[in-house]
């Protein structure tokens, strides 16, 4: 199994793909935001602008005004990160109490037959899966594949099961790419200068 890193999806964003000798798999790939949100990410911050903002300070008494606004400056990104994870948690936690409260003060209209009938179809509607995600696609799933080279940037579009998903990658990355959607579907591919 090959895996390729450095590609980028579309529709998905930046991925990961798996190549086996019969088909491929996708694994999405989190981004910085996604990061910088997540629990390292967010203490990383917090200490980021901690650190310049005590240096900011102790700057700013020392009569360092250009070097205090520098801190002041680099301090600010990290406290912004922090008060977006701060504002996002809030909002989940007061979103989590208006559904509890709303739970038990819409209850006691489940006296009603009408409105069990309708609860009973709103939760079996809403706890069912809409698609099952593909775990891994073979590569007889594969309809139609293209491949463009422009210099370093190579792209591969690819229809399964009448959806085109284009990946693209540049560099070393683009080069495996290629290497690895050409011996998986050599028989099929369509190259397009």
């Not at 989190?30 to 005590?54: E, H, K, P, Q, R």
């Not at 006296?111 to 509607?125: E, I, L």
Request: charged share 20%; glycine share 10%; with cysteine.
């Amino acid at each position: 199994m090959a895996r390729v890193t450095g590609v980028r999806a579309q529709p998905g964003g930046p991925v990961a793909l798996d190549f086996t000798a019969d088909g491929y798999r996708v694994h999405r790939r989190d981004g910085v935001i996604n990061w910088l949100l997540d629990d390292l990410g967010c203490f990383t911050s917090l200490v980021v602008a901690g650190v310049f903002g005590v240096g900011a300070v102790y700057a700013y008494e020392y009569d360092l005004v250009p070097l205090a606004i520098v801190l002041a400056a680099l301090a600010v990104p990290g406290a912004f990160v922090v008060t977006v994870r701060l504002a996002a948690e809030v909002a989940a936690e007061v979103l989590g109490y208006l559904m509890i409260g709303l739970t038990v003060l819409a209850s006691p209209l489940l006296v009603f037959p009408s409105v069990r009938r309708w609860a009973r179809k709103w939760w079996s509607g809403s706890t069912r899966p809409t698609s099952t995600p593909r775990r891994r696609t073979p590569a007889s799933a594969v309809t139609d594949a293209e491949l463009r080279r422009d210099g370093a940037t190579v792209t591969v579009l690819l229809e399964v099961d009448g959806e085109r998903v284009r990946y693209q990658a540049t560099g070393i990355a683009g080069e495996r790419l290629e290497g690895e959607v050409r011996t998986l579907l050599a028989d099929r591919l369509r190259t397009v200068h």
